[in-house]
């Protein structure tokens, strides 16, 4: 026996702080952290680049609450602009519903406080007048002081422009989209503007378009040419990632002809004659990924000094290019990247692994920097944890299915209980990165595996596409056949099998219960339960998701009726323990409250919980820790442990 008992769930919880929407500009970097009580307030810090022990300067000191919301899932909800040789640091902010602006110069070295980088040259400014839009930041400033973005106003994008010498104005609207747009990025003189477009029935995943602009010296635009290439999107749909100018009139995005996100070089000398100047194509390398959010980038810097993210099997690389030209690979230790931002040669990024949070890594390229540079950092790692161990297994239709598996840290159990994670999203996938829920089951004995299904992402564009019209059968059918594999090759309790799903992935374990004997009980948050519903009240973005994923409504009406757990939900004998909380914008708690009553009376053990206070996705930590509780006493009753 070990002395696991003297573990705590609060334990496993953390509250540590970390750096959100990181970016470099010139030799600072900024980014958002939470202010005041309860979290209901934010701001904008910045210190100089690689200074770690320097205090953090609060740039907006006034109460904003700095958040997107673009298309219902948000993103990166600032942006800072290096004109003029100052700073223009703007943002979203939710109390005012509007756009502001404040402009900095950085503070001259020898003026320079511990606490103080940055001057104010011009006090925070209202840009926008208070209105119920929802604001992306993928703000662009021209030579002529106007702001150009992307914004949603009674679910329709529009391009539109703001004057930078005004305040508190209307927004002047420049495009209408015939759906929806993002992405938006412009060259360097703001000349010619870049983004993408998507419209029904298809996800930007799965099929956009790439459009460019060329704008006169009044704001609006002369001219608009949708990209079109043989080679590429001609006759195929295909999906672009994150156009990025890296030079007048040079852009490089990545795109899915190939059947893996790969990258495209294009010259853009000519708006009406747009050519390919260079395609790096490699199988089983990713330069993309769905955009749930948007502001997500792999492409960061300019043609002189070029860094992309490329995510090999479990991990990401970062490699370098100087005009054009591949320069440097560097390896990293990372399973997840996010907030990657370049200025110059420094790049600054966030990094998850195997056995570490989120860290900040801050690369100076000037410096001479080996090709294993990310093997010598220095990260605060967690000992006492269970590696992921990759599983290839025979999925649905006998394909190739990808898991992580988890064995256990202490030997509590004579063969130990399975715990099967199936992720949410249902395009999104599992990395490997430390999971604090994953490691307190492995803690306490038991054996995880999380499931890839077929639909996840990483994997290339076919394996993606295995979900189309299927959700609900391939899913659930790989998670079934990854617990049958363990249970056959003797390394797990056959009697004690638990599938846990949140949102999505709840969908696909409700649906495992009902069908075979395999899985023991179920643990789910804010779970699917209803597709019909799901169709009629899920918010914009996600409106055309399920033609992918079950088919047009219309014509495949009885495959939403029936692939719904809620239609069945009285055929499940087995324990169920749901969360949800009754602020989920996405999966109303009211789905849930249907199934209670019932749920409980034929299930010994089941049990659903609400949270008043929580929405998709539980971010309370008191709220997390008695989601750990309530699930270990469930598991303690309904697997008799």
């Not at 904003?64 to 100052?86: A, D, E, P, Q, V």
């Not at 119920?132 to 702001?147: G, K, Q, Y």
């Not at 703001?190 to 099929?207: G, R």
């Amino acid at each position: 026996m070990s002395n696991d008992h003297k573990l705590k769930v609060s334990q496993k919880v953390t509250t540590k702080k970390a750096f959100k929407e990181l970016t470099i500009i010139r030799d600072i970097i900024f980014w958002i952290d939470n202010v005041g009580e309860g979290q209901k307030q934010n701001a904008i810090f910045a210190r100089p680049f690689n200074k770690k022990d320097a205090f953090p300067q609060k740039l907006t000191n006034k109460k904003y609450k700095i958040k997107n919301n673009f298309h219902g899932y948000g993103g990166k909800s600032y942006k800072c602009i290096n004109f003029k040789n100052n700073f223009y640091l703007i943002w979203i902010d939710q109390f005012s519903k509007a756009v502001w602006l404040q402009i900095f110069k950085e503070t001259k070295l020898n003026n320079r406080s511990q606490y103080k980088y940055l001057d104010s040259v011009q006090e925070p400014r209202q840009l926008s007048k208070s209105r119920e839009v929802n604001f992306d930041s993928s703000f662009i400033i021209s030579e002529n002081f106007f702001l150009y973005g992307i914004c949603e106003i009674n679910n329709r994008d529009y391009l539109y422009s703001l004057n930078l010498k005004k305040s508190k104005q209307d927004i002047h609207l420049i495009k209408k989209f015939k759906n929806f747009a993002g992405d938006l990025s412009s060259n360097t003189t703001a000349s010619l503007l870049s983004w993408i477009e998507w419209d029904s029935p298809y996800m930007s995943w799965e099929k956009n378009e790439l459009f460019f602009a060329q704008i006169g010296s009044d704001g609006e635009i002369k001219r608009i040419i949708k990209f079109s290439n043989n080679l590429v999107n001609s006759n195929k749909n295909v999906s672009f990632f994150q156009p990025h100018w890296i030079s007048e009139k040079l852009l490089v995005c990545s795109e899915d002809s190939s059947g893996w996100w790969n990258l495209l070089f294009l010259d853009v000398s000519e708006i009406e004659n747009i050519l390919i100047k260079k395609r790096v194509e490699r199988n089983f390398v990713e330069y993309g990924t769905p955009q749930w959010v948007s502001g997500i980038t792999f492409f960061s810097g300019t043609s002189k000094d070029l860094f992309c993210l490329a995510k090999k099997e479990n991990n990401f690389v970062v490699e370098q290019y100087k005009d054009l030209v591949f320069v440097k690979e560097f390896f990293t230790p990372f399973t997840a990247v996010s907030d990657f931002s370049v200025f110059a040669d420094k790049v600054v990024l966030k990094g998850s692994g195997f056995d570490f949070f989120g860290n900040l890594l801050e690369i100076d390229c000037k410096e001479k920097v080996s090709s294993n540079f990310f093997e010598e950092i220095n990260v605060e790692q967690i000992t006492d944890y269970s590696k992921p161990e990759t599983f290839w297994f025979k999925g649905f239709e006998d394909q190739s299915t990808h898991s992580f598996l988890y064995k256990p840290l202490v030997d509590n159990f004579r063969k130990p209980p399975l715990l099967v994670r199936a992720h949410s999203g249902p395009t999104s996938f599992f990395d490997g990165s430390y999971n604090s829920e994953v490691q307190f089951w492995t803690s306490k004995g038991f054996f995880v595996a999380e499931v890839n299904y077929g639909g996840s992402s990483g994997f290339g564009k076919s394996y993606r596409e295995r979900l189309n019209y299927k959700w609900g059968i391939v899913d659930s059918y790989d998670c079934k056949a990854l617990a049958l594999e363990l249970i056959k090759s003797n390394l797990v309790d056959s009697e004690k099998v638990v599938i846990f799903g949140n949102s999505a992935g709840g969908l696909t374990a409700l649906n495992c219960l009902l069908c075979g004997t395999i899985f023991t009980a179920a643990i789910c948050k804010y779970p699917v339960i209803d597709l019909k519903d799901m169709h009629y009240k899920t918010h914009r973005f996600e409106k055309d998701y399920l033609n992918s994923l079950v088919g047009n409504y219309a014509k495949n009406h009885d495959e939403y009726i029936n692939r719904s757990p809620i239609k069945h939900i009285h055929k499940i004998k087995k324990p169920i323990l749901l969360f949800h909380g009754k602020k989920d914008a996405v999966i109303s708690y009211k789905q849930t409250l249907k199934i209670q009553e019932m749920l409980i009376q034929n299930n010994k053990h089941s049990e659903v919980i609400f949270f008043d206070n929580e929405g998709h996705g539980f971010k309370n930590i008191e709220n997390k820790e008695v989601v750990m509780q309530k699930s270990k006493e469930f598991l303690k009753n309904a697997l008799n442990i």
